[in-house]
């Protein structure tokens, strides 16, 4: 898949958070589009939630560029989870969000790579995915 999202879990008791629960049904929903052209395309953006455990806090807030690997042509990003969004209602919309300025911060990347990434049809992808899983932000 050109768009990735994943999680690292310092503790398996979230396992059964609102967070990982808003996370698992994104990602459902966003591997549905793998056969998606725009999901057999590259570059490839990986974006991984890091959450906070009983004794470990991210070390940033927001997200940040992690790594691109050149062979792959795949940039990884992290997004830090607040506490607060955990066990919260609002956990699908925030999970969307961030993937959102995942996708803004990739096009970013990508454009001063000169490589082609491409954002509206990824914007327009999670939108469509999110309203169908209740966390449409608009």
Known sequence: MALFIGAYLPDQQLDQ????????????????????????????LDLYFLMP???EMPPFEGLRLHF???????LKIESSVPENIVHSAHAKKYV????????????????????????????????????CNGAYLH
């Open 17 to 44: 958070s609102a967070f990982c629960n808003a996370l698992t049904s994104i990602a459902i929903a966003l591997a549905q589009y793998r056969q998606h052209p725009l999901q057999q395309s590259t570059p490839r």
């Open 96 to 131: 969307v969000a961030a993937v959102l300025d995942a996708i803004d911060q990739g096009y970013d990347f990508f454009s001063m790579k000169q490589m082609v990434f491409e954002r509206d049809g990824y914007m327009d992808l999670i939108e469509t995915l999110s309203a």
């Open 53 to 55: 455990g009983w004794d």
């Open 68 to 74: 691109y690997d050149d062979f792959s042509k795949t």
